[in-house]
């Protein structure tokens, strides 16, 4: 029998996680030849998320959890997760039934077919609000114009991988993490599912606008430095054109002499330099953050509590022929 992990990151979702688990357990039952088991990731909630999560354990020994000692991000969440799978596949998925469980056994079906990983998108945005679908295509658009790494703009993060293939993911060791970009630069063969967008009906969205931001900029940072060479290109081709001004300046001052007026000119030229450096500084500085970050080598996530050690140890002991 094949095993199949399901990573769950969930922030607050108290009001989602047993429906979530009720729903995918009715799909998945439906599916002779493999086992599915849970790892819920607590990312910090503070809602009833864990006491509900340690409840499930209790009721259902295919339920795991791993809890965090403070919110970490769905980031760190995903990694914690995918770094505590053991199964054949791994499935990963929102605990707020906005990726439908229905998706699962056409995932299934991709995969035995030898894909290395069916994920879902959306084939439409429909329900998102207006400004978020703007910003998001403009992400989209702007971050796949810069970088090799060209991310589908309605994937979302559902998806069913082989072990290999993460892996693969969790060979990456950075620790700031953009999942959406890492799922890409892996490689391995993807068949794209598309779903109609689900409202969210059990608890409420999780991002800011401040996060999405934080989280788009992340994204573009992480997978080019393009935005570095083309504000050394712009540097380049400024300076050369202050060296011919200069040159233009000096040779009209000694033909002709002084003339006063130029304020206007002078005033524009000033600002746009001054903005230009500006706006250069931060890019880098962006970048200089990253470069921090990563030789901190902080750890991604704090584990507070989990059942998985005990689990093992569990098993450990079945196994072993002695202790019967
Ligand atoms: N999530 C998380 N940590 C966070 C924010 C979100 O683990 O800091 C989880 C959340 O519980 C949910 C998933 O990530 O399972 C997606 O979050 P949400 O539904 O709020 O995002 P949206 O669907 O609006 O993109
Ligand atoms: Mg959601």
Redesign the pocket.
Known sequence: MKTVDIV??????AEAVEAFLQETERVTASLGGYRFSYIF?D?GSRDATLSLLRKMQQENERVHYLSFSR?F??EA?MYAGLQHTEGDYVIVM???L?HPPALIPQMVEQIEAGHDCAAACRSTRDGEKGLRSLFSRLFYRFSNSLSDVKMPQNAVDFRMMTRQMVDAILSLSEVERFSKGIFVWVGFDTVWIPYENVE?TLGT???SFRGLLKYAIDGITSFTIKPLKLIRNFGALLFVISLIYILITLIKTLVMGIDVPGYASLLCVTLFLGGTVQLSIGVVGEYIAHIYLEAKDRPVYILKETDLAAAKAKNDRAEDPADA
């Open positions: 769950v990151p969930c922030y607050n979702e990731v990312d919110n991000g769905k969440a929102d605990a707020d906005q969210r969205s999780k991002w």
